[in-house]
C-alpha cells in the first residue's frame, strides 16, 4: 500500500468540481454511471435504498417552511480522500488500495470478504454492499460494457472514477507515443453525462485545471472537511445557505416526508 | 523414532486431507477469479470490435444527437456529440440508457398483424355514413406524419389527429430572451433540448411562477411560490397590467398569493429587461396573450420552420385536433405510439368511437401504452432500432432534418405503422425517407452536420448520395438563417387570441369536486423507460416512483390518508390505484404525480384531482 504522503507526489492526482448552482437533479450523472460500470438496475423487491449506486444524487434543503423552504441537489460519490483515507486503513483484505499514479482510491472487489468494515468506516456513505448478484432483464447484459467485470454478491463496490476509462485513455497515450494522458482525454462517465455542465474533472496537480481553479475559489467547499481526510471533491455553490448547510455540524432538521 | 517413507506419505496424505477443511485452498480458488473474472451468476460482458457509431435520439422530440459504443456492433453505451449545433453535446438520463429498450420486460415482441388488417378492411368497407377512418399521430411532423396525412387525403371522410402544438405550433428562439417568466413549464428539467436550454441559461433571467419548488424553481434566479392552479390568473393579470395599467389587481393577487405590487412590478421586469419569453405548464391560452403583449412575436417566439417536403405530399389531410372530431364517428383508429409523444387521456379518445365494435389499431413497443385498451396492438421497432425522422424541437428556430438512424437490428415480425397504414389506404409510401431527403437537397438550402468529424458543410456542395448516406450516421441538416423552408406551422406576428376567463375561474364545480392541481414529477412516464432508471426512484429520491403520488402531509391527512399508504386517485376521466407519499415540500393544495399509463389515462393538461383512501 502507498502511504498517502507519497501518492500526494505523484503524477496526478485526480479531483472533481462540482457546481451545486447548476446540478438540476435530472440524475444522468447517476445513469450514466451505472452504465459504464455495469451496475445492475435495482433488484426486483429490493427496498429502497439497498441498491448499487457509485454516484447518488441527494436534495438537501435549507429547514425552513414552505414557502420560505429552499433546495439543492447535491451529487454525493466516493471523496477520494487524499489523506488517512478511512476505508483503506479498515480494510483486513487489503482490498482497498490508492494508486500510487492518480491517487484514486480503488475497490477490489476480488479480494473483497464483505465484511463492510469499509462502509461503517467511510463518512461519506459512498460505499455499496451488493446484497444480491447482479441482474439484468434478458437481454440486456448483451449491453454490458466488456472493460468493466460485473461484482459478484457479497462484495463492497464503489466510484473509481471510471478506471476503466483511464486504463483506456492510458493505451491510447502510449498507441500514440505520449509519455502521459493529457488533459480531457479521461473523463468519467458522470463527467461526460452532465447536460448542465455541472461536473468537471482533472488533476489537482495541474494549477490550471477546473478542480484546481476550484480548490482555491472562496465559494468552494468540500463535505466534512473537518475530518482532516482531504477529499478531492470540491463543491461549489454561491449561494451561502449551501455552504453553510454542508458547515453546519448538523444537517437541518428533517422535514415530514417519506420520499428521503 | 525412525521416520519410514510411509510416515512421510502419511504425513503428506494427512495434511493435503487437513488443508481441504481449511479455508485455504477455497480462498485460492475464489483468487483465481482474479485472472479469470469469471463467476458463476454474473454475465460475462461480450468482448468484440469497438465501434463507434452515430444517430439521433429518438424518444422527445428534442432529438439530441448521440455516439454510440457499439462492441461488435452492438450499443453498449451513449453519449451526446459535442459541437453538435442543435443538442450540444448534452443527453439526458433517459436518452443515455436508450439502447435498453430493446429488452425492457414490457416489451411488445409480437401481435396479430394479419388479423389487424383483415378486420381495419372489413370495417372501412362496412362504414355508415358520417363515420370516419382516422389517424392519431402523437409526434406530428415526421414524414410518417406527412404519409399518414396523404393516406387519410386518400380515404374517404378520412382524419388526421394530432395533440395540439405547443405554444400555437410556434418556435422559441431562447439565444434571443433576455427575460424568461415560467408559469410551471420545467424548463431545465426536460422541456425543450436540453443542450440549447443549458447553453442559452446564462443569458437570460429566469423568474419561475410555480406553487412548488421543481428543480427548475430551484434553480431559477427568483421563484415565485403561487397559489396551486393560479398561473392562468397570473398571465392574465400581467398581460392585463401591460394593456392597461389601471387595471384592478385585487382578484387576481387573491387567486395568485401575490401582491398588487409584486404582480405589476413582475409586468414592469419583463417590459425592462426584454426580450421577454412566457412559457407555460400547460402550453395556457394566457401565457400566448402575455406573450402578445409583450411584443415576444418575431423576437422569442417564431413560425416553427420545418423541412421542405416533395411537392405531391402537399396533398395531404389537414391537421386536427381529437376534441373538434365529433363524438361516436371513427368507425377505424390508429394510433401510432411507436416513438414517445404527447399524451391524450383515453377516455377523451374512447367517446369519439362508434358505439358498435370500432376497430382501434395501436402501432407501440410496448405493453403499457394505449394497446391495453385496443383490440389489436401491433409491435414496432423502437429506439435505436427504428429508422424514422424527427422534426424540429420546439426551441429550435430553424428548420431540422435529422434521422433517428437504426443502430440495430429490429426483431422479426415487427410492424412499420407507416407501410400498414399506407396499404390500408392503397397509397405508395416506400421510401418516404428518402424522397423527403431528395426534396430538401434539391432545395440547396441550409448547412450539413456530420458527426463523426464535427464539420458543417453548406448542403450545395454535398451530392445527393452523400447527403443520404450522412444521414444514415447521424447527420443533421440546418435550414440557414435568410433560407425561406417550403413549410411552416405556427403564425409569427398573430398568435392565438386569448378567449375566455382562465380555467380556474371558468369550472368552480371542478375545482370544488376534484380540489387538487396535478402536477406531473417529470416529463416521462419511468415505467417506460431502462430499468436502470429505478436509480432515480428506487435508489435515491430525485423522482417518484411509477403511479406514486406526493402530497402535503395535512391534504393526506385530511383525506384521511396516514402516511404510506395505497389510495385511489381520481380525475373527472376516472380514476385509479396509487401509492401515496407525504412530502411537506409539496403545497396544500397541489399533488405531484409520477406519469405512467394508468395515471395517464385520466389525467390531461390542466387536470384536477382528489385523492381518497383505498
Known sequence: MTSNREHQKAASRYGMTIDLDRCTGCGACMVACAVENNVPPAHEGAPARKGVTWIRVFKVDNGEDYPANRSVFVPVLCQQCGEDTPCVHVCPQQAVEVD??????????????????????????????????????????????????????????????????????????????????????????????????????????DSSSQPALAAKDPHSFRLLEKLGTEPKIYYHSQRDWVRQVAAAPKPPSAKESARG | MQRTRRDILLFMGGGAAGAVLTPAPWRLVTDAALWSENWPGVPRP??????????????????????ARCVSGQPVS???????????????????????????????????????????????????????????????????????????????????????????????????????????????????????????????????????QSPTAALADQWLPIRPGSEPALALALANVLNDPKTALSEAAEATGLTDKQIVELAHELVRNGPALVLSADDLP???????????????????????????????????????????????????????????????????????????????????????????????????????DIPPAIDSPSAAFRLSASLMAPPAGMVDASAFIAKAAGIDAANALQQRADAIHKSGQGTLFTCADAKSTPLKDVKPADFWKALNEGACWQSGAGDSPAHSVGRAGAPTAFVGPPAFLSSPQQSTAFPLVVAFSGPHA?????????????????????????????????????????????????????????????????????????????????????????
Open chain 2, 78 to 212: 451513449l453519449a451526446g456529440v459535442p459541437s453538435h449545433p442543435l443538442s450540444q453535446g448534452a443527453l439526458c438520463a433517459f436518452g443515455l440508457t436508450g439502447h435498453h429498450l430493446p429488452y425492457h420486460p414490457q416489451r411488445l415482441t409480437h401481435g396479430p398483424v394479419e388479423e389487424a388488417a383483415a378486420a381495419v378492411s372489413a370495417a372501412m368497407a362496412k362504414r355508415g355514413p358520417g363515420e370516419s377512418v382516422a389517424v392519431l399521430d402523437l409526434r406530428p411532423g415526421r414524414s410518417a406524419s406527412w404519409t399518414y396525412r396523404r393516406s387519410m387525403a386518400a380515404v374517404n371522410n378520412g382524419l388526421y389527429l394530432a395533440p395540439p402544438r405547443p405554444l400555437g405550433g410556434a418556435a422559441v428562439d431562447l439565444a434571443k430572451a433576455r427575460i424568461v417568466l415560467s408559469l410551471g413549464a420545467a424548463l431545465l428539467d426536460g422541456w425543450g433540448t436540453p443542450g440549447n436550454v443549458h447553453a442559452a441559461r446564462a443569458n437570460f433571467h429566469l423568474i419561475q411562477a410555480e406553487p412548488w
Open chain 2, 46 to 67: 461480450a468482448r468484440g470490435e469497438i465501434t463507434a457509431r452515430y444517430t439521433n435520439c429518438a424518444l422527445c422530440p428534442a432529438g439530441c444527437a448521440v455516439r
Open chain 1, 100 to 205: 500510487p499514479a492518480t491517487g484514486i482510491v480503488g475497490q477490489m472487489p476480488e479480494r473483497c470478504l464483505g465484511c463492510r468494515y469499509c462502509m461503517a468506516a467511510c463518512p461519506y456513505h459512498a460505499r455499496y454492499f451488493n446484497w444480491w448478484d447482479p441482474q439484468w432483464p434478458a437481454g440486456m447484459e448483451k449491453t454490458l460494457n466488456p472493460n468493466v467485470a460485473p461484482r459478484m454478491r457479497g462484495v463492497v463496490e464503489k466510484c473509481n472514477f471510471c478506471h476503466g476509462r483511464w486504463h483506456a485513455a492510458k493505451e491510447r497515450a502510449a498507441a500514440a507515443g505520449k509519455s502521459g494522458i493529457e488533459a480531457g482525454d479521461y473523463v468519467p462517465a458522470c463527467v461526460e453525462s452532465c447536460p448542465a455542465g455541472a461536473i468537471r474533472f482533472g488533476d489537482l496537480n
Open chain 2, 286 to 388: 394566457e401565457a400566448l396573450a402575455l406573450n402578445q403583449a409583450l411584443g415576444a412575436w418575431g423576437r422569442t417566439l417564431v413560425a416553427r420552420a420545418e423541412a421542405p417536403v416533395p411537392e405531391p405530399w402537399k396533398k395531404a389531410a389537414p391537421e386536427r385536433a381529437v376534441a373538434s372530431v365529433p363524438d361516436a364517428s371513427i368507425r377505424v383508429l390508429f394510433i401510432d405510439e411507436s416513438v414517445p409523444g404527447d399524451h391524450i387521456p383515453w377516455s377523451a379518445i374512447e367517446r369519439k368511437l362508434v358505439r358498435d365494435n370500432p376497430v382501434v389499431v395501436t402501432f407501440a413497443w410496448s405493453r403499457q401504452g394505449y394497446g391495453r385498451h385496443a383490440q389489436f396492438a401491433l409491435p414496432t421497432a423502437v429506439y435505436p432500432e427504428l429508422t424514422a
Open chain 2, 526 to 614: 419511468m415505467s417506460l423507460a431502462s430499468p436502470l432508471m429505478s436509480k432515480l426512484y428506487q435508489d435515491s429520491d430525485l423522482r417518484l416512483a411509477p403511479n406514486t403520488a406526493a402530497l402535503h402531509p395535512d391534504t393526506a391527512r385530511a383525506a384521511g390518508i396516514a402516511g404510506d399508504s395505497r389510495a385511489l386517485l381520481e380525475t373527472p376521466f376516472g380514476r385509479c390505484p396509487i401509492a401515496v407519499v407525504p412530502d411537506s415540500s409539496v403545497p396544500p393544495g397541489m399533488l405531484e404525480v409520477a406519469p405512467g399509463p394508468e395515471v395517464l389515462d385520466i389525467c390531461g393538461a390542466d387536470t384536477r384531482a382528489k385523492v381518497v383512501a383505498a
